[in-house]
């Protein structure tokens, strides 16, 4: 199976099973490098799909909490080369789907068609380049491609639906739509028109729809998965993380 279908495989499984599937997003070294590969596994064992973030100077689309994580693992030494070794040191010993979420500068200044073998290599399956436009992908695409690595695109509320269609689409893994117009780790209630919106870009795609920003509770996984297949949480995981709780429990509360 290439590497982007098993993403997709995890979030159908938890469908099937009357679930919804649950993206968890850490900082790669975040709290403390040593701690990686531990917490990793820990986030793995009760999530579907582990969104791994590079840590970046300027995460444009990133709030406070994750710029924090961001800029504590960067002082700490975390580099994209250090990930790619921690995980290979791992042994491949993650029970999920790993996905990267990276800024473009990092995978640029590593390469494209060495950043795809190290991903294969390490059991990444799929890509989020957040700044990356889709007229501009077509390089960091091909090279993906060749290895059966997805590159994963996002939506917005304001996507237009030809721009949608074609978004989907290209899409490997899942379709990530953002379900506000802003920036991750918002405190405030979603969208009172997210129903409507969700059921818009699952309706473009063929794809699993995970749905993004903002979700910090189990009654927010709960009104997503009534119309997406999946929760990607964030900003809440690592504030679990930086009170030193238990990232774990926290995820399986999720799903109560």
């Known amino acids: 199976m290439q590497p982007h279908k098993k993403i997709t495989a995890a979030l159908i499984a938890a469908n099937e099973s ?19 590969i ?39 030494g975390v580099t994209l080369r250090w990930i790619f070794s921690e995980l290979e040191r791992s042994g ?3 029970s999920a789907p790993l996905v990267m979420m990276s800024y473009l500068n990092p995978l ?8 795809a073998e190290r991903a294969l290599a390490t059991g990444v ?5 957040p700044d990356l436009p889709f007229e501009e992908s077509e390089e960091l695409r091909l ?7 997805g590159l994963i695109q996002l939506v917005t509320p304001a996507t237009p639906a030809p721009r949608m269609k074609k978004l989907a689409a290209a899409s490997k893994g899942f379709v990530y739509a ?15 028109d997210l129903a409507e919106y ?53 995820l399986k509360s999720l799903r109560r």
Do not use: W
Request: with cysteine.
């Open 178 to 192: 953002v379900t506000i117009t802003g920036i991750t780790g918002g405190g405030g209630a979603l969208p009172d």
């Open 108 to 115: 640029l200044a590593f390469g494209y068609e060495r950043l």
């Open 143 to 149: 090279a993906l491609d060749r290895h059966g690595i």
């Open 38 to 76: 531990a917490t990793l596994q820990a986030v793995a064992s009760a999530s579907d799909v582990v969104e791994i973030g590079v840590p970046f100077s300027d995460p444009m689309a990133d709030g406070m909490t994750i710029q924090r994580s961001s800029f504590k693992a960067i002082e700490n």
């Open 198 to 250: 969700l059921d818009r870009v699952s309706g473009q795609s063929s794809l699993p729809v995970c749905a993004g920003f903002g979700i910090r509770a189990a009654k927010d996984v709960a009104n997503v998965g009534k119309h997406a297949s999946g929760a990607i949480v964030g900003s809440a995981l690592v504030e679990v993380l930086e009170r030193g709780d238990d990232p774990a429990a926290f």
């Open 92 to 94: 491949k010993a993650i």
């Open 125 to 129: 399956c799929a890509f989020i380049v």
């Open 18 to 36: 009357g679930r919804t599937g649950l993206v968890a997003f850490i900082t790669a070294g975040y709290p403390e490098p040593e701690q990686f």
